[in-house]
């Protein structure tokens, strides 16, 4: 399960606080401001405005990294000076930013370590909220990924309504579908729900309005009932050797030596399902887990006979 760890702002080292003014940029909403192409050559400070920093999948489809506003520094990939990032910064809306140059950073640096260390920290932060995220990838479906990524940024970027709800800048579907890192068509079920049940706003409301406690408290349980399910492998684990037949004849396509590096390992079985079948990682999961609901009935319906032949047998 993800967990969120984040240090408190009064125990970190605010960059600002050695950093001189420099020069401001101005950028128009849908404006690239550094991609691979045209690669990052400055820390950036956002003055005014937002910025998203995307990378592209392997599939194709463009995943945000993150959301950056003002007072949220950016492009620290610039210092990775002869390497090309791939990935690409862009204006959401009409942005002032404030840049230095690596050469300028370094010298400052050289005169005041201290900025060494608040750059290492806000790095370091930086880190952990990327683990999080590709654990929550790993971990998490899509619904799951949609509720945690909207609490983060309600926490982030939002502004508390009197009500207990969230306000924050409106999220397309198309933006939405890149934070959780899957196509608009998958992600759509997931927003659609969240929308019904009153966690969120739709899309064409001026601002998104976010209930977060509700938000948070199914996805804590949605998460324990994955908790749950997730259990019932560590039995399948250990009857591996009796299930394997069964799932070979459900799932043909399946060679023994899948089956032997499976050994009833969840993550492994739907690693398997994806190379096979060529499906998405969220509906290799689903038939996974059908599968296993599936087995649980059976055992229980068995159970059941089981005790049903004894008690008749007593009543003979």
Known sequence: MATTVTVPQEQLEDPLAYLPCSRILEYRKGQVIYSTEQPPSNLNLI?????????????????????Y??????GESAFLTGQT?????????????MTWSIPALADIMARAPGLSIALLQLLAQRSLDFGNRLESFAVDNIARRLARSLIRFSERLG?????????????THEL??????TSREKAFPSIRMHCATGFASPQHDPAARLATGVLNSWRQQSSQRQGETAMNWDQV??????????????????TDDDLDQIAGKRDQFIGRLQQRYGIAKEEAQRQADQWLRAQD??????????????SGSGNE
Do not use: C
Request: proline fraction near 2%.
């Open 47 to 67: 003055i005014d405005g937002t910025v998203k920093v995307l990378r592209m999948s392997n599939d194709g489809h463009q995943i945000v990294m993150d959301i």
């Open 69 to 74: 506003h003002t007072d949220d520094f950016f």
């Open 85 to 97: 990032p791939k990935e690409q910064a862009v204006a959401m809306e009409d942005t002032k930013v």
């Open 159 to 171: 502004e508390k309504n009197g009500d207990g709800s969230v306000l924050m800048m409106p999220f």
């Open 176 to 181: 939405l579908s890149q934070i959780v890192g």
């Open 237 to 254: 684990e250990g009857k591996w050797k009796q299930l394997r037949g069964a799932v070979k004849e459900k799932w043909g396509k399946l």
């Open 297 to 310: 009935i059976a055992t229980t319906e068995s159970v059941k006979h089981r005790e049903a032949g004894r």
